[in-house]
């Protein structure tokens, strides 16, 4: 997690990035940003306020374009020589204009800082920091004159947070630098045009990656494998999918025996589920296969819980919430309506 109550910023360069899509160009600046001290701290809010999650990134340095690894390249000119900062800044500007092609992705205020002191999971390092700011709000301002006050209406920068927002970290150069990417998506198209098209940059395979990547096995399994290979009820998926839930949340690591063991004991079931692993990991073989054992990590099982909620969903009446005690739920037939139902029994009603 990113933490900025030590940080400092060294320096920052503003340019107006436009849509390409409506040939609006881009404004450059020359020179650094003129930072006063109380402007300082809400800049350092801005830029760090939105970063939550543990999920990080590298930066590729290969690909199709030859200029692949222009962020890259800049990045580590930067951290080489941070006068070189407003240079690589408008090189940035550039770059990302050429990446604002699609219509959907709106022009915009384009910062990049150079920080200090920038403290992620404990460790303290120099970084980068690219933000992108499109969203303009209308606010109005009190001003005293000669026989009262007047007010007006401006047009500014929310001081919330960006509306796309990357750290760059100086460590692990070598393998693309620790990255941390957030942002408020309007549509997966501008989502990847920040972080594929700019950035050119792919999650880092590290535990929070390696247990989404579990948890997505293991309710695409329940959900789409399961019942085209055996006979089950939606009762059924809803209890394994709890019992995978707490798997996650009661273990410090994944063995996918111990999992398969645990939560799907049926031999048979178990030998499906192994089948199924392959396959996923096969088709997916961009993102790497999953470990046989690897640390579990909290943060991932907290943000991908969600993900397997067990939920039957009946018609369009009704939804039964499935937290556990698959015994204490059945579901049946009815020959005079014709209808199937669910039986659910409790000890007590709250």
Same mark, same amino acid.
């Given at each position: 997690?990113?933490?900025?109550?030590?940080?400092?910023?060294?320096?920052?360069?503003?340019?107006?990035?436009?849509?390409?899509a409506?040939?609006?160009?881009?404004?450059?600046?020359?020179?650094?940003l003129?930072?006063?001290?109380d402007a300082?701290?809400?800049?350092?809010?801005?830029?760090?306020?939105?970063?939550?999650?543990?999920? $990080? $990134?590298?930066?590729?340095?290969?690909?199709?374009?030859?200029?692949?690894?222009?962020?890259?390249?800049?990045?580590?000119?930067?951290?080489?020589?941070?006068?070189?900062?407003?240079?690589?800044?408008?090189?940035?500007?550039?770059?990302?204009?050429?990446?604002?092609?699609?219509?959907?992705?709106?022009?915009? #205020?384009?910062?990049?800082?150079?920080?200090? #002191?920038?403290?992620?999971?404990?460790?303290?390092?120099?970084?980068v920091?690219?933000?992108?700011?499109?969203?303009?709000? %209308?606010?109005?301002?009190?001003q005293?004159?000669? #026989?009262?006050? %007047?007010i007006?209406?401006?047009?500014?920068?929310?001081?919330?947070?960006?509306?796309?927002?990357?750290?760059? @970290?100086?460590?692990?150069?070598?393998?693309?630098?620790?990255?941390?990417?957030?942002?408020?998506?309007?549509?997966?198209?501008?989502?990847?045009?920040?972080?594929?098209?700019f950035?050119?940059?792919?999650?880092?395979k590290?535990?929070?990656?390696?247990?989404?990547?579990?948890i997505?096995?293991c309710?695409?399994f329940?959900?789409?494998?399961?019942?085209?290979?055996?006979?089950v009820?939606?009762?059924?998926q809803a209890?394994?999918?709890?019992?995978?839930?707490? @798997?996650?949340?009661?273990?410090?690591?994944?063995?996918?025996?111990? @999992?398969?063991?645990?939560?799907?004991?049926?031999?048979?079931?178990?030998?499906?589920?192994?089948?199924?692993?392959?396959?996923?990991?096969?088709?997916?073989?961009?993102?790497g296969?999953?470990p046989?054992?690897?640390?579990?990590?909290?943060?991932?099982?907290?943000?991908?819980?969600?993900?397997?909620?067990?939920?039957?969903?009946?018609?369009?009446?009704?939804?039964?919430?499935?937290?556990?005690?698959r015994?204490?739920?059945?579901?049946?037939?009815?020959?005079?309506t014709?209808?199937?139902f $669910?039986?659910?029994?409790?000890?007590e009603?709250?």
């Amino acid at each position: 997690m990113v933490t900025g109550n030590n940080t400092a910023l060294q320096a920052v360069v503003a340019h107006h990035v436009g849509s390409k899509a409506a040939d609006e160009g881009v404004r450059l600046s020359a020179a650094p940003l003129s930072v006063s001290s109380d402007a300082e701290e809400l800049l350092l809010s801005f830029f760090l306020s939105s970063f939550k999650a543990q999920l $990080y $990134y590298t930066l590729q340095r290969e690909g199709d374009a030859p200029e692949a690894s222009a962020v890259y390249d800049s990045v580590c000119a930067i951290f080489d020589n941070p006068g070189t900062l407003p240079e690589q800044s408008a090189a940035l500007a550039r770059r990302l204009y050429e990446q604002t092609a699609d219509a959907k992705v709106k022009g915009g #205020d384009f910062f990049v800082a150079y920080l200090t #002191d920038c403290m992620v999971d404990g460790n303290t390092f120099d970084a980068v920091g690219l933000f992108k700011a499109e969203t303009q709000e %209308r606010f109005l301002k009190l001003q005293p004159c000669d #026989d009262g006050f %007047r007010i007006t209406a401006h047009s500014g920068l929310s001081a919330a947070k960006p509306d796309r927002a990357c750290l760059i @970290f100086n460590t692990e150069r070598e393998s693309g630098f620790l990255v941390a990417i957030t942002g408020s998506s309007r549509s997966l198209s501008e989502e990847l045009q920040w972080t594929d098209g700019f950035l050119n940059a792919v999650q880092r395979k590290d535990d929070f990656f390696r247990t989404q990547q579990a948890i997505a096995l293991c309710k695409n399994f329940v959900t789409q494998r399961l019942p085209e290979a055996f006979e089950v009820t939606k009762a059924d998926q809803a209890d394994l999918l709890n019992k995978s839930v707490q @798997f996650f949340k009661e273990n410090g690591s994944f063995s996918v025996d111990e @999992f398969a063991q645990e939560v799907i004991s049926d031999p048979e079931v178990v030998e499906s589920f192994k089948r199924y692993k392959h396959e996923f990991d096969r088709d997916g073989d961009a993102n790497g296969e999953i470990p046989e054992q690897f640390d579990i990590s909290e943060a991932a099982v907290k943000s991908q819980a969600r993900a397997l909620k067990s939920v039957i969903k009946l018609d369009k009446n009704f939804h039964i919430y499935v937290h556990g005690k698959r015994e204490y739920i059945s579901r049946g037939y009815d020959e005079k309506t014709g209808l199937h139902f $669910y039986q659910l029994f409790f000890k007590e009603e709250n």
